[in-house]
């Protein structure tokens, strides 16, 4: 895992998403709706998703897929195995296939990230961390 902070500037989405504020405006959140993923670009090799995250995720495993996640808007608390981070827009993470992660936003807005899988998402991946007794899987 990789956890790094770049410095302040503003942040542009590949795949074709140069107006970060119009792409937010034409996929809003919906009511209560606690995340939103959606695909930007795709290459041989990754997929590129905006997520928007309201008030947070459970905490999950990608089985077949690394992810990158970049903040791009937003303060939150990205949860990585058994160590919590502070996150902010600038900072990212790897976050190696198998391994247990959630984000937990901490500010009144979403939180925005691109998030970037590799190989490509092609079918959901996403298995849940722990057993209904709490243990991890």
């Known amino acids: 895992m990789l956890l790094t902070a770049c410095a302040a500037r503003q942040p542009r989405v590949a795949g074709g998403v140069p107006d970060l504020d119009g792409f937010l405006t034409a996929h809003r959140l919906a ?4 995340l939103r993923a959606d695909e930007v670009g795709r290459t041989a090799t990754a997929s590129y998703h905006v997520v928007q995250v309201e ?6 495993r990608h089985l077949v897929h690394d992810l990158t996640l970049v903040v791009l808007r937003g303060r939150g608390v990205l949860v990585i195995g058994s160590e919590r981070f502070a996150v902010r827009a ?8 198998a391994t247990a992660h959630a984000l937990v936003n901490q500010g009144r807005s979403p939180v925005i990230t691109l998030a970037i899988f590799t190989p490509p998402l092609d079918a ?3 298995a849940p961390a722990f057993d209904s007794s709490g243990t991890a899987r």
């Open 31 to 34: 009511p209560g709706e606690p």
């Open 55 to 60: 008030r947070g995720e459970e905490p999950h």
């Open 90 to 97: 600038g900072d990212a993470a790897v976050i190696p296939r």
């Open 124 to 126: 959901p991946d996403r």
